[in-house]
């Protein structure tokens, strides 16, 4: 069949280096930043510290997320299962305030690669920052998901300084809410350094640290005269100094919240350095889907943005940069994804899982070194759900080597060859009806089959 039907790889993994130490490692996960907001990617925001990872190991060209929306991208990114896959059908965001998503979260039975290097290669793990994977109940915390350390919001943005989802206290330490002042991005970066500071005096096993920034996604503010919550831009007028030539207002307010947190991450590689930890610890800088133009961002010259299937909301930045493991300077082409993450961990992590194991991605470690994007052909499936209070619809995509079938509920269905139109400009279905039609047929299909698997067990 020239189009598989089952999007479903059962691995095992052997370590990349016989004898070797396994490596720390650090994922830096970041919001709403595009491809276009990161300085080493064409982007006039200068990214120092991003762009120095990738300067010290290796800048991808073709990384997909597993989503293009919040809530389902992280569930990928974690699972190592596409979201289509996830019991509550977690294809939306989860809305911080909705009834409608009152006990969607992750499930217990869904699990976390938090949960596989903690129980399995006794990694200590944290997740400093952002969940956005349930919220609502102490059960649905991410201590109770294979994180050791939890400090951080659970909702999908909050105040930048007050930590609160308009009037709501939205800022944990494990599942105590706790009252903060200053910045977000400053206490999420002092949390970091606090966490790797501690442990390095005192711990010896390998550690795994989520770093979720919750920048440059905007603030949600409180406006008391509509009693109501409110979508704010939140940089500090320090941060607007350095960017005052972005003559646009918006996109000058999100490039000064994205300088914030590139110093934030400039400071974090500072303390591996400082720690002596640098040399074995694999630090990977990726964003969780496209920008939003309508708050700054920017996926140019792609097409499409945050919550769309086309390429801008997808292609995300990622860098990686792991000393001990990963040559300097390279530029890599090859056609991943977040949910490639999980079994490149446990690969490197040492860690065999069971040969029933379900994931959907393929270990990212072949491609630190030259393995060609040639090598394997890959397929990827998206969906997004609808969202009647964000007032969206349904998505579906589907890649199969270099060709993607779409299908957008504002302007219909297309076929594309990215090889030769990267930023989807010809549209094909009309050229190539048969290969349409089995890209489509395909992409309905690997749905239904997802959708069996999404129960529990």
Same mark, same amino acid.
């Given at each position: ?63 997909? *997320? ?25 294809? %939306? ?5 909705? #009834? ?14 938090? !949960? ?22 102490? $059960? ?19 105040? @930048?300084?007050? =930590?609160?989802?308009? &009037? ?7 599942? !105590?809410?706790? $009252? ?27 550690? @795994? ?15 008391? /005269? ?30 000064? =919240? ?46 499409? #943005?945050?919550?769309?299937?086309? !390429? ?19 530029? %890599? ?29 393929? $270990?990212? &470690? ?19 759900? %609808? ?20 299908? /957008? ?6 076929? @594309? ?34 959708? !069996? *698997?999404?129960?529990?067990?």
């Amino acid at each position: 069949m020239l189009f598989p039907r089952i999007f479903l790889f059962l691995l095992g993994f052997t370590v990349i280096t016989s004898g070797a130490e396994r490596p720390n490692i650090l994922l830096i996960f970041t919001d709403d930043q595009g491809i276009n907001d990161v300085g080493c990617y064409g982007s006039e925001i200068p990214t120092p510290n991003i762009d120095r990872i990738g300067a010290e190991g290796i800048q991808f060209r073709n990384f997909y *997320s597993a989503s293009s929306i919040c809530t389902p991208s992280r569930f990928g990114l974690l699972t190592g299962r596409n979201p289509i896959r996830s019991q509550d059908q977690l294809l %939306s965001a989860l809305m911080f305030m909705s #009834d409608e998503h009152k006990g969607y979260s992750i499930k217990s039975h869904e699990t976390t690669i938090a !949960e596989v290097l903690r129980d399995k290669g006794a990694y200590d793990t944290a997740l400093i920052g952002k969940w956005h994977l349930g919220h609502g109940d102490e $059960s649905m915390l991410p201590h109770h998901r294979g994180f050791n350390t939890f400090i951080g919001h659970t909702g999908g943005c909050i105040d @930048f300084f007050t =930590m609160t989802y308009g &009037i709501i206290p939205d800022w944990y330490h494990q599942s !105590e809410v706790v $009252s903060e002042n200053g910045y977000a991005t400053e206490l999420i970066t002092e949390e970091a350094i606090a966490f790797i500071s501690r442990r390095n005096h005192k711990r010896t096993e390998p550690f @795994f640290l989520y770093l979720a920034y919750n920048a440059p996604h905007f603030g949600k503010g409180y406006s008391p /005269s509509d009693e109501a919550p409110v979508n704010l831009m939140q940089p500090q007028a320090a941060e607007l100094k350095r960017v005052d030539f972005i003559e646009d207002k918006i996109r000058r307010e999100f490039a000064a =919240m994205t300088v914030s947190l590139d110093d934030g991450i400039g400071r974090v590689l500072d303390c591996l350095e400082e720690h002596k930890l640098k040399e074995n610890t694999l630090v990977i800088f990726l964003t969780d889907h496209g920008g939003d133009p309508t708050y700054g961002g920017s996926n140019l010259p792609l097409r499409g #943005d945050k919550a769309t299937l086309f !390429e801008g909301g997808l292609r995300v930045p990622c860098l990686m940069r792991w000393p001990a493991g990963i040559k300097g300077g390279q530029e %890599s082409s090859a056609v991943l994804t977040s949910l490639d993450l999980f079994p490149g961990f446990c690969q490197l992590a040492d860690i065999t899982l069971p040969n029933n194991w379900p994931l959907d991605g393929l $270990s990212f &470690i072949p491609y630190l070194n030259g393995m060609s994007e040639a090598t394997v052909t890959r397929e990827f499936l998206w969906q997004t759900g %609808s969202h009647a209070e964000l007032g969206r619809k349904s998505w579906l995509a589907y890649r199969a080597g270099d060709m993607k079938y779409l299908n /957008s509920p504002q302007d219909g269905e297309f076929l @594309f060859n990215l090889a030769n139109d990267p930023n989807e400009k010809k549209n094909l279905k009309e050229q190539k009806p048969e290969l349409f039609e089995k890209m489509k047929q395909a992409a309905l299909d690997g749905v239904a089959v997802m959708r !069996e *698997s999404a129960v529990a067990p």
